[in-house]
């Protein structure tokens, strides 16, 4: 199993972005579905979190800004962010705990930089 993130980027402060993570390979179920972010010098951090029931989680730094979701059929997970600023400015991950044929495990995604300027 192998997850696939893509659609960071360059953007103006201000600005939006969407992000994207894809799961490939055999699996049974995805359960809780992550989006983390580790900016220079910092540590990693959890960014928003949708359960496979649906329910959300926002760090407080994004909440109001960022909206998760996720298409099961898709095995895919999404970030949007609006109102974006500088110190959004990270390497974001998506992570997620998957069910293959006899384990649960925590996968992660490669990373996608977002670098917003002022």
Known sequence: VQ????????????????????????LREIMDM????????????LVARITNSGDTNYA???????????DDAKKAV??????LKPEDTAVY???ADIVTQDRVGAYWGQGTLVTVSS
């Open 3 to 26: 997850l696939q993130a893509s659609g960071g980027g360059s953007v103006q402060a201000g600005g939006s972005l969407s992000l994207s993570c894809v799961a490939t390979g055999s």
């Open 34 to 45: 992550d989006w983390y972010r580790q900016a220079p010098g910092k540590q990693r951090e």
């Open 60 to 70: 407080d730094s994004v909440r109001g800004r960022a909206t998760i979701s996720r």
């Open 78 to 83: 999404y970030l949007a962010m609006n109102s």
């Open 93 to 95: 991950y998506c992570q």
